[in-house]
């Protein structure tokens, strides 16, 4: 069929989210009868947890299934404020809270609500695959800072410069990342305070892994590098991974309330309000018991550490060890320029089709996150597909010549 009706040059200048994509194809394989383990999940392999799902179902039969105020209902915006002030000792009130469909949601509020066209937003790479389409749709432009893995994907205060400009408007934290499961030092985040500060940028802090980390101490955090911080820093989190929630849909955003409130304005215009019994669900997340990420976390350390372990024992392969998260982000560029059945391997791409294709293993090649040496692979599935996939990846990178 001809396509009579053009499309917005937004659209066209964007691509859909590669990771949900490999997912997609990995998915149809499966349903086909292929044999896949599918490392290319960006969500927790475990359930709701049942009180959640109970309260979930509870404000249906309470008849909670009309819209609620475009924010979010009050008592999520209270309980997120005490579970601000209970972990962080943060101090915020309801009107700087927005809840919205997701975390991925906030973020786009939050671009749509502070950038004009040719704003530049300063992403740190490897990055999550939506921060630089989000901010296009916006009219930003994303001017990608690179980490590196030398530095374990800290960022290296002394580059920062560099990639600034006066159109600097925006920079984003993500730690723990996705996709390198790396932290932020205090000394990354006290350079990227000191700059917000002199420049006036917005600091958007990705939280949303911050309950799944593998060490001890309290994660630095941006906000405690300087209390002024507070007046130009939005924090974006939500219970999707905390709360192996991803399909109910709740993230939040706390910040100037002036922000909040224009964020509020694209958000009534937009989906009016998130899902609403969704919303009970999370306030039963946030004010219930807090030790289910705990659990999370103990089965994904020792899934970690095993896959690091036997990535790192591959000839070539390098891997940084993840403070949090659960993905792994192999840098397997030793490889590339090896070839397959006369098929030359060049890229992070053609990788993944192979591990894909001849290993029947599904991965997120590394360009997706702006990082075309590595594929990341989430752990968040069982020891034995780990097993499993390691000698499958191990036996196809054995057989390029
Ligand atoms: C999963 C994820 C989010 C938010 O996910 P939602 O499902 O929209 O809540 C935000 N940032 C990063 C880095 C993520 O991996």
Request: net charge negative; charged share 20%.
């Amino acid at each position: 069929m001809s396509e009579r009706i053009t499309l917005a040059d937004r659209v066209t200048r964007i691509a859909p989210s590669p990771t949900l994509a490999v997912n997609a194809k990995a998915k149809a394989l499966k349903a086909a009868g292929a044999d896949i383990l599918n490392f290319s999940v960006g969500e927790p392999d475990f359930d709701t947890p049942a009180h959640v799902c109970e309260a979930g179902k509870k404000a249906i039969d309470d008849g909670h299934t009309r819209y609620t105020a475009v924010p979010g209902i009050p008592e999520l915006r209270e309980a997120i404020c005490a579970r601000f002030k209970t972990d962080h000792g943060w101090d915020y009130d309801p009107d700087q809270i927005q809840v919205c469909c997701g975390g991925k949601h906030g973020l786009y509020n939050i671009f749509q609500a502070v950038l004009n066209p040719g704003d530049e937003v300063l992403v740190p790479a490897p990055y999550w695959v939506s921060y630089p389409p989000m901010v296009q749709l916006a009219g930003g432009v994303p001017v990608i800072v690179p980490l590196a893995e030398e530095d374990d994907f800290d960022l290296n205060p002394d580059i920062l410069a560099d990639y600034a400009t006066d159109k600097t408007r925006i920079i984003m934290i993500n730690s723990p990342s996705n996709p390198t499961g790396s932290l932020f030092s205090t000394r990354a985040l006290d350079a990227i305070g000191k700059m917000a500060l002199e420049r006036g940028w917005l600091v958007i802090t990705d939280d949303i892994y911050e309950t799944i980390t593998y060490q001890d101490e309290q994660l630095p955090h941006i906000l405690d590098v300087d209390e002024r911080l507070r007046e130009q820093t939005i924090v974006l989190n939500g219970v999707s991974k905390s709360f192996a929630m991803t399909g109910w849909r709740i993230g939040y955003a706390a910040g100037p309330e002036h922000i909040i409130k224009a964020m509020n304005k694209i958000q009534s215009q937009s989906t009016s309000n998130p899902c609403a019994p969704a919303q009970y669900a999370a306030l039963a997340a946030v004010t219930g018991p807090q030790d289910f990420p705990g659990t999370m976390q103990e089965a994904f350390l020792p899934r970690r550490d095993f896959f690091v372990d036997d990535l790192r024992a591959i000839e070539g392969v390098t891997c940084v060890n993840p403070g949090g998260a659960f993905y792994v982000f192999p840098n397997f560029s030793a490889y590339y320029g090896r070839s397959f059945n006369g098929k030359t391997i060049n890229d992070s791409v053609a990788l993944a089709d192979y591990f894909l294709d001849e290993a029947k293993v599904a991965s997120v090649p590394g360009s997706a996150f702006g990082a075309d040496d590595f594929v990341r692979f989430s752990f968040a599935t069982s020891m034995e597909v780990i097993r499993e996939g390691m000698k499958r990846i191990r036996d196809a990178l054995a057989r390029l010549d």
